[in-house]
């Protein structure tokens, strides 16, 4: 996820950061606490009843992998609002206006508009259709915007008479329909709207309303806007760009070539796990109820010193204690073992793990992006 902070006057990206979630990292956690629950349930050792279904959730409920990215996002938050006077936010909601497409037919849409709602609809169409050719399933290649029912037989414009084709398949198609073409399938999947296009992304939402709590004004942006605003000035597909793109107030943003780039990851705060088991769920080692060692705890940024040895030398990192009091570094040279003598705390451990981003823009990369509107 991108974050970035712009000037109002002139409108310029002077801070920005990618922000990664351990979204996934808490569902196999939890997962794997449940499947220790259930061996141990099954163990044949004493009666555990079972204690999983008399719970109830409270509304607005989110999975806590989902629900950690909403708070990662608001910690951001508050800590930039600490740093720096932040006068509104920009959010990309949802991933296509629905409300835009819906009124595709409406004649004498002006130029501007009428190609910002061809961006939405093939974001609706690449999402819906999968990323790839309806007819042949061929990826990796431009994909056409083609009628199911040729305009020229009566069919409409409208996203339920349209699916994406490579370029054969779309030349051999010609005027037929999908049905004649010998794909009654692609005929009926057109007919089904598409769940998540109804915005109802939970995390987003729930985002927003969070936001929205600042009382500072929210502007609400949709996916295809956002790559509309990023292609038309130019720019390449990277989370920050994306993120100085939401809106109306991203259509005209100025990003410099040389802007760093803070990489966050989310690590959490440990875990409370006292028994550590083998990979069949068996209790094997445990460790020790103290989280701080030599005065030191996983997570602190460290400097490091070392005099002699196989690491001589002087490195920064993120440090991972161990009670003997030697401990692991994670640096920018790689991995480094140094005994606690050796390091002093530059940063405590927040949560977070930080890296310097690319200096300069990335590659540009267009293979995702836009061919011409629709016709
Ligand atoms: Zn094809």
Redesign the pocket.
């Known amino acids: 996820m991108g974050t970035a902070i712009s000037l109002e006057k002139p409108k310029c990206v002077i801070w920005a950061a990618e922000l990664t979630h351990r979204g996934q990292a808490i569902r196999d956690a939890l997962s794997s606490r449940s499947q220790q629950r259930r061996f141990r349930r099954q163990r044949k050792t004493r009666y555990r009843a079972a204690r999983f279904n008399n719970r109830r959730r409270s509304a607005g409920w989110l999975a806590p992998s989902l629900q950690s990215r909403v708070e990662n996002i608001w910690t951001w938050g508050v800590r930039l609002a600490r740093a720096c006077p932040i006068t509104s936010l920009s959010q990309e909601l949802v991933r296509f206006d629905t409300q835009l497409m819906q009124n595709a037919e409406i004649s004498g849409v002006e130029y501007q508009q009428g190609e910002l709602q061809g961006y939405e609809v093939r974001g609706y169409l690449l999402e819906k259709w999968g990323r790839q050719?309806a007819?042949?399933g061929?990826k990796d290649l431009p994909l056409e915007v083609e009628h199911i029912i040729p305009s020229t037989r009566g069919g409409s414009n409208r996203v339920s008479n349209l699916s994406l084709?490579?370029h054969?398949?779309n030349q051999e198609k010609g005027t037929q329909t999908a049905a004649e073409f010998g794909h009654p399938d692609v005929q009926a999947k057109a007919k089904q709207p598409l769940k998540d296009a109804a915005a109802v992304n939970a995390t987003r939402w729930a985002l927003f309303h969070r936001l929205k709590l600042t009382g500072l004004p929210v502007e609400i942006g949709t996916g295809g806007r956002t790559k509309f605003n990023r292609i038309h000035q130019g720019y390449p597909k990277a989370h920050w760009i994306d993120a100085a793109c939401v809106g109306e107030s991203g259509a005209s943003v100025a990003v410099t070539t040389g802007q760093v780039i803070l990489l966050i990851k989310a690590m959490g705060h440990g875990s409370r796990q006292m028994c550590r088991t083998d990979k069949y769920g068996v209790p094997a080692r445990h460790r020790l109820r103290q989280k701080r060692h030599f005065g030191f705890q996983t997570g602190h940024i460290v400097k490091a010193i070392v005099p002699t040895g196989k690491y001589a030398g002087t490195y920064v990192g993120r440090v991972a204690c161990r009670a003997t009091g030697r401990f692991d570094l994670v640096t920018a040279a790689g991995k480094v073992t140094a005994s606690y003598k050796h390091l002093k705390t530059l940063h405590h451990s927040d949560g977070y793990t930080y890296q310097k981003g690319q200096g300069a823009l990335p590659p540009p990369d267009f293979r995702q992006g836009y061919p011409a509107p629709i016709r």
Do not use: K, L, N, S
Request: aromatic content about 12%; some cysteine.
């Open positions: 050719c007819y042949c061929v084709a490579c054969d398949c």
